[in-house]
């Protein structure tokens, strides 16, 4: 029988073998984790390319990141900060809110004066603990929005967040032109 008088092909079939198999081998499904990890690469990118940070994270880090992937978050990095900044944007309004003038020049700061900030180290050792202690009880939201934009914006170096200011302004200008 010739390729050509083969029955034709079961397209549905097909497809319900190709999803058993992605049952049953490994979960390598990284969709939210260029994003996750987008600042990071972004900065590593000055100086490696894209299969060698691919390599790093496999090798290193046991995560499955492709070349591919990393070259296309790269390859539109305002589309790739927006994202990024799409998990913490609750998060950067609740601060902005509570600065006085309301604005997100904020996440532009070093990690440590959003921290001196933060911490009420202005109003001394018992004033600050004690404008801590009110904040943690009476504004829980605002608490954990200093502790998230902490961890997932103050981590990234403060080089790396100035290079993605020409890519949020825009969108942080709209955000402030609602509060």
Same mark, same amino acid.
């Given at each position: ?22 049952? &049953? ?57 927006? &994202? ?25 700061? &070093? ?69």
């Amino acid at each position: 029988m010739s390729q050509d008088e083969q029955k034709p092909l079961d397209l549905t079939e097909i497809g319900q073998k190709l999803v058993g198999h992605s049952k &049953s081998t490994e979960f390598t499904a990284t969709r939210g984790l260029v994003i996750e990890l987008f600042p990071f690469i972004f900065e590593a990118s000055e100086r490696m390319s894209a299969r060698a940070i691919s390599r790093f994270l496999a090798e290193e880090q046991r995560i499955k990141l492709s070349q591919v992937t990393i070259t296309r978050a790269l390859g539109d990095p305002k589309k790739s900060w927006l &994202s990024y900044f799409e998990n913490i944007e609750p998060a950067a309004i609740t601060i902005a809110k509570w600065f006085k003038p309301a604005s997100f020049k904020f996440l532009f700061f &070093s990690k440590s004066d959003f921290d001196t900030r933060m911490n009420f180290e202005k109003e001394g050792m018992i004033g600050g603990v004690v404008a801590r202690g009110t904040v943690a009880l009476f504004r829980p939201d605002r608490a954990a929005a200093s502790k998230l934009l902490r961890e997932k914006w103050f981590g990234i170096g403060m080089g790396t967040r100035l290079k993605a200011k020409p890519y949020l302004e825009e969108h942080l200008m709209n955000l402030e032109d609602k509060f």
